[in-house]
Nanobody, 119 residues
Framework: QVHLLESGGGLVQAGGSLRLSCATS????????WGWYRQAPGKQRELVAS???????NYTDSVKGRVTISRDNAKNTVTLQMNSVKPEDTAVYYC?????????????WGQGTQVTVSS
């Protein structure tokens, strides 16, 4: 079992910055990929960024150049740094952990944190 707890959401003006943090605990050795998803009202949940324990991060096109995902193994946190935010970034953001196939390819989720960008 892996536990995820997000923090750092809130209200920010367009063009500003926001830093989301996800505290991770439990069987983190089983995790193959860390990620951040978001879900805006009336829309499907989408993958914003992901990073393997050792490797290169991936980003959805709409956030490339504005968003950085990072994993701090010493602190067991996954961070999403958002710069030059836009109103269309408004959504509930979820921290995600996906386990290795050997551990069932399970998806673990945090409770979500609201990000609202005002124009």
């Amino acid at each position: 079992q892996v536990h995820l707890l997000e923090s750092g959401g809130g209200l920010v003006q367009a063009g500003g910055s926001l830093r989301l943090s996800c505290a991770t605990s439990g069987s983190i050795f089983s995790i193959n990929r860390w990620g951040w998803y978001r879900q805006a009202p009336g829309k499907q949940r989408e993958l914003v960024a992901s990073i393997p324990p050792r490797g290169t991060a991936n980003y959805t096109d709409s956030v490339k150049g504005r968003v950085t995902i990072s994993r701090d193994n010493a602190k067991n946190t996954v961070t999403l740094q958002m710069n030059s935010v836009k109103p269309e970034d408004t959504a509930v953001y979820y921290c995600n952990a996906q386990s290795l196939p050997a551990f069932g390819l399970k998806d673990y989720w945090g409770q979500g944190t609201q990000v609202t960008v005002s124009s």
